[in-house]
């Protein structure tokens, strides 16, 4: 029997944790054919000796959802062999959102996801308003990957409550209609429902963003709107909805009450200034899945490290003296910067955060320009103090006046710890995500986790097998948010199929690049040791090589979820 591609001689991982094997694979019409020895020719044949063959990968946790607009390659995450995302995280989606309602989300987005306006404006094609328009416009993208979307919390109180979202509780007639959007998108295709309460989710001049405005029973709400469709997953970011985040966990266990489905924690981290934080949350997790409920925690497989500057300082935006500097133009911020007053509030704001306080997760000086500052480059800004004899908010903000803004600044305050990592990543309830892939593009890059994860964990450090590690990033996503067809190497299913060098896999350092629709920076991160991937059987990736932007004629499609 003819197949329209054969991928022969390599070690088959199929998703489930069961060993590998050596074998063939066979794909027809979009779909796995065989699994095992294969005796007809392909159309196609791949010579995959001494390398893994895999279902693609799957990213739970992304943020491209105003990208795909411009974007539909989703890079750099599809380089990485990923080849189905979701989107819609934290209650950030770009629909539903009404043609008056763009320039409020899209500065939403500017604050939340550090990518910039003018960027935006250049690159989001708006062809809809209804979040069912939105997947619509997204098919008829030449799309890399596939899309699991999630619905959000503040796009949909924003299509509600109008500008009123940012600034009180909703009453029983808007509650109403935010919960028919999410039973409605949930029958257009939604995977799930998300929300957050972080305190960082600040908009445009430091304003909560909507999502935030939502009172408990609000979220019960629209979790039960949405558990009441029968299926679906319930997103939310953790942060500030109780006293400290172990008691969050109860929050979560009471949505997991509401709706009757899955609710997934983001994030659980490694937190060096309170290092036995994580095992007591997983702890109160397990406790819940003793009740029968089903939460499941994110962890990452890297630690987490952010760059930034004054000029895109909004990993200060939570506090109430920087919103002065947020509201302000940029022509007045060397005058607030250097005010004594400023400084002061900013000072109390900060007190007792770690990144100016403690030797164990500083602050560090990245980058300067100036030459006479390069001595400082690789410090803590604590050290900073220290050698210069200011305090430490003085030291910082000096340093930026005098390299006029330029200085990069780099923390690494959360999975500073390796054995603590694994402990969360590991845990049987835990997911692999938050690559936050689309989101934080001037600070971070984390869309490698996948070839982070096959490369160090599993080849230089061994902390697991081939097989689980497979299983992390497949079957296990695939199932916990109910993507169908995806996540395991079985005849009958979507034929995504990821073919990697165990040897080689990594992900590299990450670096600048300026290539946004307004030729604005973000960072990426490129992969090593991808040599094939296939989105429904299609190619993506060949031979280690990816395509040119219009040489993909759509191998990617919107799962709508059913």
Not at 276 to 301: F, N, S, Y
Not at 456 to 465: F, G, P, Q
Request: proline share 6%; net charge negative; hydrophobic share 40%.
């Amino acid at each position: 029997m003819a197949h329209d591609l054969v991928i022969r001689g390599g070690f088959i991982v199929d998703g489930t944790g069961a060993p590998g094997r050596r074998g063939d694979l066979a794909v027809s019409a979009g779909r796995i054919a065989e699994v095992g020895e294969v005796s007809g020719r392909g159309g196609k044949e791949v010579d995959a000796g001494g390398l893994v063959v895999a279902p693609g990968f799957i990213d739970p946790h992304t943020h491209y959802d105003a990208q795909l607009t411009w974007d539909p390659a989703a890079s750099c995450t599809s380089w990485h062999g990923v080849t189905t995302i979701v989107t819609g995280n934290c209650g950030f989606t770009m629909a539903p959102c009404r043609p008056d309602d763009r320039l409020t989300l899209m500065k939403m987005l500017e604050y939340v996801e550090g990518m910039s306006l003018e960027a935006m404006q250049k690159g989001i094609q708006w062809e809809f308003e209804t979040f069912r328009e939105y997947l619509d416009a997204l098919d008829r993208r030449p799309l890399w990957v596939n899309v699991a979307p999630l619905i959000g919390h503040s796009a949909v109180r924003q299509y509600v409550m109008g500008d009123t979202a940012w600034e009180r509780p909703a009453t029983d007639d808007e509650l109403a209609r935010m919960g028919a959007e999410v039973q409605r998108a949930m029958t257009d295709g939604a995977i799930g429902f998300s929300s957050t309460t972080n305190r960082n989710h600040v908009g445009d001049r430091g304003r909560p963003v909507p999502s935030r405005l939502g009172t408990d029973h609000e979220m019960e709400y629209l979790a039960a709107a949405m558990g009441s469709t029968g299926r679906g997953i319930v997103e939310l970011t953790i942060g500030g909805s109780r006293p400290d985040r172990v008691a969050e966990v109860d929050r979560y266990a009471e949505l997991a009450r509401a709706s009757g489905r899955p609710v997934t924690m983001v994030s659980v981290r490694h937190n060096p200034v309170r290092p036995d934080e994580h095992r007591q949350i997983l702890a109160k997790v397990e406790a819940a899945w003793r009740e029968g409920l089903r939460l499941h925690p994110q962890g990452t497989c890297s630690p987490l490290t952010s760059t930034f500057s004054i000029t895109n300082g909004f990993v200060f935006g939570r506090y109430k003296a920087w919103r002065r500097v947020l509201e302000a133009p940029p022509s007045q911020w060397r005058t607030i910067l250097a005010d004594p007053g400023f400084r002061g509030e900013f000072r109390e704001n900060v007190r007792h955060t770690a990144l100016f306080n403690s030797d164990i997760v500083p602050l560090r000086i990245k980058r300067v320009v100036k030459p006479e500052l390069q001595p400082f480059a690789g410090k803590s800004v604590v050290e900073l103090a220290r050698e210069t004899g200011k305090d430490v908010i003085d030291a910082f903000l000096d340093l930026a006046l005098e390299d006029d803004f330029r200085t990069e600044f780099m923390s690494a305050t959360m999975n500073t710890d390796a054995g603590s990592v694994a402990e969360i990543f590991l845990h049987p309830t835990a997911v692999l995500g938050l690559s936050d892939a689309g989101a934080h593009i001037t600070q971070f890059s984390e869309a490698g986790q996948t070839s982070q994860l096959l490369g160090h964990w599993v080849r230089e450090r061994r902390a697991l097998s081939l097989e689980a590690a497979v299983r992390l990033i497949t079957s296990a996503p695939a199932e916990i948010f109910g993507i169908p067809d995806r996540g395991r190497l079985a005849p009958g299913l979507a034929a995504d199929i990821t073919v990697f060098d165990p040897d080689t896999i990594a992900c590299h350092e990450e670096e600048i690049v300026n290539d946004m629709p307004d030729g604005g920076p973000r960072y990426i991160a490129r992969a090593s040791g991808i040599r094939w991937s296939f989105v429904n059987g299609q190619p993506i990736i060949r031979e280690g090589r990816l395509p040119e932007p219009d040489a993909v004629s759509g191998a990617g499609r919107v799962i709508r979820a059913a």
